[in-house]
């Protein structure tokens, strides 16, 4: 029986049925074959959407269900994808809510002592079936917030490379792949394989010029090339070595390239690691080191990182 209030998936199921899927990787850029015609329309699709978010217009259409692109695109991986039962906008709000709360239950001791740790233990963490939560959760804030990448478009250059790691469900690479497509861009996103990565592999499989890397235990350099710019938002405080994550974009980066990063100053509960925040003041450390801050702040003495441009020297 579907009970669509308890869905626990089979994650590695899943990943290994869409791998069989999934098309060989091509070295595609978003401007090929856009056109002028839409070209133009994107622009305008672009500022008529992001007027409306400035104004609070698009927020409000979506709290009111008069805006439902996302939801639909929901109900298709939920149902057609993950062969869930169909739910409407009202079960999303309320499945939401259940998911949620059995969320604040789950514990990790793998995660929240050091003497635990493990690159298994912390992929099993992140493959938990219980944390469907976070499906519902990111794809609605991705629902209010669809331009989030649009205050650090001006580090992109034209024809350049960008890299989403940690992308979950690939708020970054979402936004630059359906609104500036004309910048002719190759974007890669990594992430461990579990059901946010299964999410945003689903939404860019008719997306060429998308990469989804996975990244494997043991492996903090999935990263291949150079780019111009990488994203790791959120991401820092969940990894078991986030100096060597860092020491990774240091070295993939072009020089004179950004790294748009924050680093949440947590407690280690839940999906956050001990290891991160053990090792977080020395990973800043190395930031402060190797790149020049040109956008936000941050210091090394334990406080709260708000997402932040640095530029490698």
């Not at 690159?119 to 989030?148: I, K, N």
Request: aromatic share 12%; net charge positive.
């Amino acid at each position: 029986m579907n009970l669509y209030d308890d869905v626990r998936p089979d994650i590695t199921a899943l990943l290994k049925e869409q791998d069989a899927k999934l098309s060989a990787a091509v070295s595609a850029r978003s401007g090929e074959g856009l056109g002028i015609a839409n070209y133009m329309l994107e622009i305008a699709r672009l500022y008529t959407l992001g007027a409306a978010v400035r104004l609070g217009i698009h927020r409000r259409l979506v709290y009111a269900n008069l805006r439902l692109d996302w939801f639909r695109e929901f109900q298709d991986y939920w149902s057609g994808e993950l062969g869930n039962r169909p739910i409407h906008p009202h079960d999303f709000y309320y499945l939401s809510g259940v998911y949620r709360e059995r969320l604040q239950t789950i514990e990790f001791p793998q995660l929240a002592d050091p003497q635990l740790a493990s690159d298994e233990g912390h992929l099993d963490a992140w493959r938990d079936a219980r944390l469907v939560y976070y499906l519902f959760a990111h794809t609605y804030r991705l629902a209010l917030s669809p331009l989030r990448v649009h205050p650090y478009v001006r580090y992109i250059p034209r024809g350049g490379r960008v890299a989403e790691y940690g992308c979950g469900a690939a708020p970054i690479l979402t936004a630059l792949g359906r609104y500036y497509r004309r910048r002719d861009l190759q974007l890669v996103g990594a992430d461990i394989p579990h059901l946010l990565f299964h999410y945003a592999r689903w939404k860019f499989r008719s997306f060429p010029f998308i990469t989804m890397v996975p990244i494997s235990p043991d492996n903090d350099t999935p990263l291949s090339g150079r780019y111009d710019v990488v994203f790791c938002l959120e991401t820092l405080e969940h990894v078991p070595r986030p100096l060597a994550v860092l020491q990774h974009f240091a070295e993939v980066l072009k020089p004179g390239g950004h790294l748009v990063f924050d680093y949440i100053r947590s407690e280690a509960k839940g999906l956050d690691t001990a290891t991160a925040l053990r090792d977080r003041i020395p990973a800043l450390q190395f930031v402060r080191d190797r790149f020049d801050v040109v956008a936000g702040r941050f210091t090394t003495d334990g406080e709260h990182v708000a997402p932040s441009v640095a530029r490698k020297r």
